[in-house]
């Protein structure tokens, strides 16, 4: 026999897992076939002005990161961290892309990037575009951003913080948590080369 006090506390247990199994399912990154709903087609422009797409994510592991240059704390750090990994990968670092796509591309030209990403590892690469194609790619990807205003005026973008690890097919296979050592990173992309 069930107690009365235990009967709410069970009911909205219950309900949260109901909730979470149908979240689960409405954004499950693996589709019925599974290949991944994350990612997909792209036209954009790097900070060297050469057109990149999502053929030039095939080949071998790849990070993509949505961001933006005014930003003061997340992006910077993810960078980072980002070096980091290449870092502790060594001579593999060569065979990881990454790409950083911005979401504010009324701010961000590719020039902006290029001097942007000159305080990063090189070998990071900077994307832009206009709105409708960044708009575009935020949704291959399931990237959120959004134009805040600030008080004083001038906007910041709120946006997705994910680092997304992509197969050498342009698949997603998992989200990089940046709290683990760079080390951790590195042994977890290396396994996709």
């Known amino acids: 026999m069930v107690r009365p006090k235990l009967v709410l506390p069970l009911i909205a ?5 109901i909730i979470l199994g149908v979240a689960w399912f409405a954004f499950d990154p ?8 994350i990612g997909g087609p792209f036209v954009l422009t790097a900070q060297d002005g050469r057109k990149v797409t ?4 095939l080949g071998g592991p790849s990070l993509v990161f949505f961001g933006f240059t005014h930003c003061p704390d ?15 990968l060594g001579k593999d670092g060569d065979r990881l892309k990454t790409y ?16 942007y990403l000159s305080g990063f590892d090189a070998r990071i690469t900077g994307l832009s575009g206009d709105i409708a194609a ?4 935020e949704k291959a990807y399931r ?48 396994k996709y080369f």
Do not use: Q
Request: proline share 6%; with cysteine.
């Open 74 to 88: 997340v992006c910077p750090t993810a960078l980072y961290e980002i070096g980091l990994i290449y870092k502790a």
């Open 13 to 17: 247990f219950l309900l949260s897992l």
């Open 134 to 137: 960044i708009v575009a790619t």
């Open 143 to 190: 990237a959120y951003a959004k134009k805040v205003p600030l008080e004083t005026g001038g906007y910041t973008m709120d946006h997705t913080a994910i680092i997304y690890l992509m197969d050498g097919k342009g698949h997603f296979l998992s989200s990089l948590n940046i709290d683990r050592p760079p080390e951790e990173n590195a042994k977890l992309i290396a």
């Open 54 to 57: 999502e053929k030039d994510l």
């Open 30 to 37: 693996m589709s019925e076939t599974g290949s991944s709903a």
């Open 100 to 115: 950083f796509v911005t979401v504010d591309p009324e701010r961000d030209t590719p020039s902006v990037i290029k001097d």
